[in-house]
């Protein structure tokens, strides 16, 4: 069958679609019905689309207004895995799957907090509907191999990047002062930090990071593309970060992957790190999660090393 996927979000959601293209894309391989996949994104997510271009089982990715071509196209299924419904009125494809909650006008608060599971998990529910029966395979992410840290002591990724499209972005934020404290706190342990984010990361939140924490810090933001970005994130030990795509990365790798949320929305259900090493923290009002985040990076430190997921 020829399956389309819309997703049009960020590039965590873009990480966290990929097991699903990889699972529907393989099938043919192991007697089932082989699946032709296809990727239908918004044009301005450069990030999840560099993500798809990469992604082994993409057949081919589309711009999201290509309505006619899509149309023409005369796919099988569409699989939801975003809440914008109008894709499937205008898609007019005769069978749509939702790998993905729908809103159904609730305000935004009570729909997050309606998740019944992470949204890589309710993505994948749709290649058990297809037959698939092996286990989730693991996110992709494009990671630039040749990337090397050439330090000996301990190494910490700080992931600040999150979307500052709307006015529920700030409160996915947490403080400056609190990663540059972490900064200054794995230097007394003989470690060195690195702040991860893009251009706009840089602009907003990397260089005040990067004042408070001194030479105990170092920012990478917008200098190394997508693929470096992950290759410096790999190299590291350790990552905390926003709810941002980096976390997703962090965690794909199989690398002690911390997201910090505030008490925004409750999505810690949704979008907390996904993987064997994910974990999370909320900073409720009228608490400090500083000492609790550094107690986890001290006890992830003291942990025998692991091996990172190959890419």
Known sequence: MRVLIAQIYGLGNAILTTPLIKALSSMGATGHTAHEVHVVVDPKRKSSIEVFKSCPGVKKIWKMNDVEAIRKSHFDVLVMCCDYEPLVTRY??????????????????????????????????????????????TPHVPVNDEMKIDYSGPKLALGIGYYKGDKWSKNKHWSNEKFGSLAK???????LTFILGDKQDQKADGHKIQKIAGRCAISLCGKLGLKGTFGALNACDIYVGNDTGLSHAAAALGMPALSV?????????????????GSYICEWPGTDALEAVWNWIKYELEQPRQKKVKK
């Open 185 to 191: 706190r794995m230097q007394m342990l003989g470690g």
């Open 92 to 137: 007019a494809i005769p069978r749509v799957e939702w790998g993905y909650l729908r809103r159904k006008n609730l305000p935004r608060g009570k729909w997050f907090q309606s998740w019944p599971m992470h949204e890589l998990e309710m993505a994948f529910t749709v290649a058990r509907k297809f037959g698939y029966q092996g286990d989730i395979p």
């Open 261 to 277: 949320f505030k008490p925004w929305h409750s999505s810690f259900m949704k979008n907390r790190p996904y993987g064997p090493r």
